[in-house]
Each structure stands twice: as C-alpha cells, then as structure tokens.
C-alpha cells in the first residue's frame, strides 16, 4: 500500500530540572551552592531520505517523541541533553500544522534538514541564584516543557516526467516496458490508486525518472475520484507525456478533458512541456486515428509521437525525445543548494498576558512566558514561590488580577498549575 498523506503528532523533550545542592566537604564548614543544570530536552527535525518513496511507516506510528534532558546533579553537573528524534521522510514531503494548515517546510533535497519543534531548555541550578545578599540560594528551575503538535505531512513525488492520461491510457503498461517498475495493470477505470515511480537508466551517468500518476477523470480538480489527491504529484515533474487511448471513440476530446483538469488545478501546470502520445498503435483503429490526431495535436503546439507499447513501435524515439525536452526544461525545484528553509511563524509577544474569570469563579492567567515560568517553578520550596510572587508583580499580572477584583483564597490557574491566591 503505498501513502502519500499522513496525520502524526509530534513532540520534542522536556528540559531537565536544575538541582538545589550544596556543596559537603570536609574541613569546608559552609559550602556554597553547588546545583547544576538540566540538560536541555532534544528537538523534533525532519530528514529528507532519498531512499524512501512514500510516507507508509507514518501510517503504522502516529505518536513520536523526542527524549527529555536529564535533571542537573550535585558538583554543578549539568544533565545530559535529550537525543534529538529524527524522522526521514521522502524528498518531496511538504508539512503542515494540521489545526490551520500553516506551511512550515517543504523537503525536496537529500539529507535537507528542518529542525520543526526545538527541545525544551533546562532549569538552572541553584548555583545560579547566588548572590551576596543570598548566598544559600533555595532556589532553581524546573525544565521547560517540550513544545508538542499535530502535523500533516503531504507527499508530491519529485520525477522527471509525469505520465497522465484517462484511466485504460496505457500509462502502467508503458512504465513497465520502459523501466524495471512493475506496477498492477488491469483494464478498468482507476485501476492504478498509487503513483509508481520508474527508472529509464540511458547510460551510466543518465537517467530519467517516471512517474505514472493514476487516471484522471472530468472533475478531478475539482475533487471527483481520486484525481486530487494526485494532481499535486505533477506539479514536481519538469515534462509530461500524455498519453492518449487511440482504440477510445474520442481521443481528441480526452485530451482536451485532461489538459482542461491541469489548468483548473493550479494556474501554469497546463503550460508544463508535453509530448502527447497516442498509444495502442497496435490496433487498428488507432493506426486510422494517427494521421488525424498529429495534425490536429501539432496545430494545438504539442509534440507529437505514436507508439505501441505491445510491440515496442516507436517507443525508443519516444524516449530520446522526452530526454531532450527533460534537458531543455527548467527545473521547478532548481536554487542554491545551500539555502536554509525559512519557517514563517506569526510574531509572539511573550510578555503578553491574558486574564479571564472562569465559570467556576476561578482566574485563568495566560500568556507565553507567565506559562513557561509556573511550569518551571519548584512549587515545594518557598523561595521559589517568592521568587514567582516577584515575577508576577514585575510583569504586572499581580496589578491586574487585583484590579479584575480577584480575592484571597480564589483559585487561579497558569498553565496547568493550580495555585490559591494570598495576602
């Protein structure tokens, strides 16, 4: 089964907690602070792999995790960092955040990384909070939570040429004649659900790759069938060979049909290089529509070619010309090689907060930093509370839950943590 889409959730690791120590030698009566950090949590990054064809394994797992730092230890030791989780996926594969569909990568070249969730960052140790007022600081940092998502991932294969055509055109037949594919052939409609990719090797230093996208019908841009969801793996190729049924009524107004489909998909696809190709040349009512069909295929300003996959007529010259109209075309996927993939995300102001009066009376405090503060807050140690006391009044959120009326003993949540307002 081969699968171009998949939904995963992705989460990258928590940082380690930093450690309240002290340090305990002998003929040292008052040793100082010796707590050391955690180690940050390792990051989500998305590996193209050029090996790889389709996106089934996302199908088999849907939950992945990246490893937690480990928390800091006596003697400033800092936690080991979390192994970063590495996905390999196909070249080709474009991700999405999957609540508003947000673009944040496309991977089209080998070993091209994203680095899409970074790890969270671990809690400083105590050993950080000395100062000469406070020179047995009781206070550190609990690690910063991993950052997690749902995520689509969406394949559109990367090939050389395209074949399309009506479904019966004879695409599968072909790719299995002029390359070492073996894909399913039967004779009805749709009979090829998966895109099948083929070598056509010239020599040793040339190669082309094909790809048979399964059969267009009238509509498929629009949804009908199963024509979108392969639309999209055209867009890659830099030639399309159309291929047309010659032993079909109306050859001629199936290829008016499937190029109609291209424009309505995505503007500029229908003005892809093309050679059209009437095959089945081994009939004969496809011998009597040639003559017409070239004329009429050539006045439209394609190229044109007759071929019969069955007995190999004219299928060598087909060849030759799709590689010199591959050579003569821009690449769409042609840049610098070296140029980093740019995430565009909205602007956060961390600062921010938001303050709202709950059903049940409680207050929920939120915003990016006040968040990522609480959850890194040992809650059991009384300095450290202080110290998240002194945050609040710092960022005005003391001011304005005072203002919004708030009163003691109310409840007020920050993030997941539930604390009890006081004097």
Same mark, same amino acid.
């Given at each position: 089964?081969?699968?171009?889409? +998949?939904? $995963?959730? $992705?989460?990258?690791?928590?940082?380690?907690?930093?450690?309240?120590?002290?340090?305990?030698?002998?003929?040292?009566?008052?040793?100082? !602070?010796?707590?050391? *950090?955690? &180690?940050?949590?390792?990051? #989500?990054?998305?590996?193209?792999?050029?090996?790889?064809?389709?996106?089934?394994?996302?199908?088999?797992?849907?939950?992945?995790?990246?490893?937690?730092?480990?928390?800091?230890?006596?003697?400033?030791?800092?936690?080991?960092?979390?192994?970063?989780? $590495?996905?390999?996926?196909?070249?080709?594969?474009?991700?999405?955040?999957?609540?508003?569909?947000?673009?944040?990568?496309?991977?089209?070249?080998?070993?091209?990384?994203?680095?899409?969730?970074?790890?969270?960052?671990?809690?400083? &140790?105590?050993?950080?909070?000395?100062?000469?007022?406070?020179?047995?600081?009781?206070?550190?940092?609990?690690? /910063? !939570?991993?950052?997690?998502?749902? #995520?689509?991932?969406?394949?559109?294969?990367?090939?050389?040429?395209?074949?399309?055509?009506?479904?019966?055109?004879?695409?599968?037949?072909?790719?299995? #004649?002029?390359?070492?594919?073996?894909?399913?052939?039967?004779?009805?409609?749709?009979?090829?659900?998966?895109?099948?990719?083929?070598?056509?090797?010239?020599?040793?230093? /040339?190669?082309?790759?094909? +790809?048979?996208?399964?059969?267009?019908?009238?509509?498929?841009?629009?949804?009908?069938?199963?024509?979108?969801?392969?639309?999209?793996?055209?867009?890659?190729?830099?030639?399309?060979?159309?291929?047309?049924?010659?032993?079909?009524?109306? !050859?001629?107004?199936?290829?008016?049909?499937?190029?109609? /489909?291209?424009?309505?998909?995505?503007?500029?696809?229908?003005?892809?290089?093309?050679?059209?190709?009437?095959?089945?040349? *081994?009939?004969?009512?496809?011998?009597?529509?040639?003559?017409?069909?070239?004329?009429?295929?050539?006045?439209?300003?394609?190229?044109?070619?007759?071929?019969?996959?069955?007995?190999?007529?004219?299928?060598?010259?087909?060849?030759?010309?799709?590689?010199?109209?591959?050579?003569? +075309?821009?690449?769409?996927?042609?840049?610098?090689?070296?140029?980093?993939?740019?995430?565009?995300?909205?602007? #956060?102001?961390?600062?921010?907060?938001?303050?709202?009066?709950?059903?049940? &009376?409680?207050?929920?405090?939120?915003?990016?930093?006040?968040?990522?503060?609480?959850?890194?807050?040992?809650?059991?140690?009384?300095?450290?509370?202080?110290?998240?006391?002194?945050?609040?009044?710092?960022?005005?959120?003391?001011?304005?839950?005072?203002?919004?009326? $708030?009163?003691?003993?109310?409840?007020?949540?920050?993030?997941?943590?539930?604390?009890?307002?006081?004097?």
């Amino acid at each position: 089964m081969f699968f171009d889409e +998949a939904k $995963i959730f $992705i989460k990258s690791g928590d940082g380690g907690d930093g450690m309240i120590s002290f340090r305990r030698e002998k003929f040292v009566p008052r040793g100082g !602070p010796d707590g050391g *950090d955690g &180690g940050n949590g390792g990051s #989500v990054i998305f590996r193209v792999n050029p090996k790889i064809n389709s996106l089934n394994k996302f199908h088999r797992f849907v939950h992945y995790e990246a490893d937690n730092g480990k928390n800091g230890g006596r003697k400033k030791q800092t936690g080991a960092r979390g192994q970063d989780l $590495i996905l390999e996926v196909p070249p080709g594969t474009v991700i999405r955040r999957e609540e508003t569909g947000e673009l944040l990568g496309d991977l089209t070249r080998p070993d091209q990384e994203l680095l899409l969730l970074q790890g969270g960052q671990g809690g400083r &140790g105590n050993v950080h909070f000395a100062n000469s007022v406070n020179q047995v600081p009781q206070t550190a940092e609990r690690g /910063e !939570p991993g950052q997690e998502s749902w #995520v689509t991932l969406e394949l559109k294969l990367i090939a050389d040429v395209g074949l399309v055509g009506l479904p019966n055109a004879g695409k599968s037949t072909l790719l299995s #004649v002029i390359s070492k594919a073996k894909p399913k052939i039967a004779s009805y409609p749709f009979t090829t659900l998966s895109p099948n990719l083929g070598v056509v090797r010239f020599s040793d230093e /040339e190669a082309l790759v094909f +790809a048979d996208i399964p059969g267009l019908i009238e509509g498929a841009s629009g949804g009908s069938g199963l024509g979108h969801e392969f639309l999209r793996h055209i867009e890659r190729t830099r030639v399309l060979v159309h291929l047309l049924d010659g032993s079909t009524a109306e !050859p001629l107004e199936n290829f008016a049909i499937i190029n109609q /489909e291209l424009a309505l998909y995505d503007a500029g696809l229908e003005k892809k290089p093309q050679l059209v190709v009437l095959t089945k040349m *081994d009939l004969p009512d496809t011998v009597a529509w040639e003559p017409i069909l070239e004329e009429e295929i050539e006045q439209r300003g394609y190229e044109f070619q007759a071929i019969s996959a069955v007995t190999g007529e004219g299928v060598q010259e087909m060849l030759r010309r799709v590689q010199q109209m591959v050579k003569d +075309a821009d690449h769409p996927l042609e840049g610098d090689a070296d140029e980093e993939i740019v995430v565009i995300r909205p602007a #956060v102001n961390e600062e921010a907060f938001d303050i709202k009066r709950q059903s049940d &009376g409680s207050w929920r405090v939120s915003g990016v930093k006040i968040e990522r503060i609480a959850s890194m807050t040992y809650w059991e140690f009384d300095a450290t509370v202080q110290r998240f006391q002194r945050i609040l009044e710092k960022m005005g959120i003391t001011a304005a839950l005072q203002d919004a009326g $708030i009163e003691v003993g109310d409840t007020v949540h920050i993030g997941n943590e539930e604390l009890e307002w006081g004097e």
